[in-house]
């Protein structure tokens, strides 16, 4: 390989964090975790992988969830979380270690697609009834388990070493951008 070309990864994954509408922080390629891997891995394959769900427990991946008209039993992106714990990520973290706060109110959407990449934003609002700094940012996901239940897991948890510190009545967005493909 030459010195010009440079490894592409199928999946980058960008975390914009923003209070009242500025972005405070951005980082690419943050720590997806071992279970989103393995999560990607049973869909594209059909085999059954163990996840841990949030509480550590092990569970395995359902696929017999996935029928004509069921895609939405593979939504993956469920909620996000923030908390206020700056230890290091690790691929094998299975929750944030110390969760503030998480909504089920996210925006996902589709933001660019061409021929070689899809690139898709999630993002959510969390408005602070109090000054706190904010250290840890979650993706979680759900995944079937049987015909009607699921097991959350974690996608991804990154930390920003220095913290973010949101006021009393700041509104703090998470977004987390996939991109899915070769990307220039």
């Given at each position: 390989m030459s010195e010009n070309n440079t490894k592409q990864l199928p999946v980058?994954?960008?975390?914009?964090?923003?209070?009242?509408?500025?972005?405070v922080f951005q980082k690419e390629d943050d720590l997806?975790?071992?279970?989103?891997?393995?999560?990607?891995?049973?869909?594209?394959?059909?085999?059954?992988?163990?996840?841990?769900?949030?509480?550590?427990?092990d569970f395995g991946i359902w696929l017999g969830a996935?029928?004509?008209?069921?895609?939405?039993?593979?939504?993956?992106?469920?909620?996000?979380?923030?908390?206020?714990?700056?230890?290091?990520?690790?691929?094998?973290?299975?929750?944030?270690?110390?969760?503030?706060?998480?909504?089920?109110?996210?925006?996902?959407?589709?933001?660019?697609?061409?021929?070689?990449?899809i690139m898709i934003d999630t993002s959510a609002n969390f408005t602070f009834t109090?000054?706190?700094?904010?250290?840890?940012?979650?993706?979680?996901?759900?995944a079937p388990v049987s015909a009607s239940v699921y097991n959350e897991f974690l996608i991804a948890r990154d930390v920003v070493p220095e913290g973010v510190s949101v006021s009393n009545g700041q509104v703090l967005t998470i977004t987390y951008r996939f991109i899915i493909g070769t990307y220039p």
């Open positions: 980058k994954v960008i975390l914009s964090v923003k209070v009242d509408g500025k972005e997806l975790t071992k279970w989103f891997n393995r999560y990607l891995c049973a869909f594209i394959s059909n085999i059954t992988l163990n996840l841990k769900n949030l509480n550590g427990g996935i029928t004509p008209g069921s895609l939405s039993s593979l939504i993956a992106f469920s909620k996000i979380a923030i908390g206020l714990d700056p230890t290091d990520p690790s691929p094998t973290d299975y929750n944030l270690k110390n969760t503030y706060m998480s909504t089920t109110q996210l925006s996902t959407r589709v933001v660019q697609e061409t021929d070689n990449y109090e000054d706190k700094t904010v250290y840890e940012f979650g993706l979680i996901g759900k």
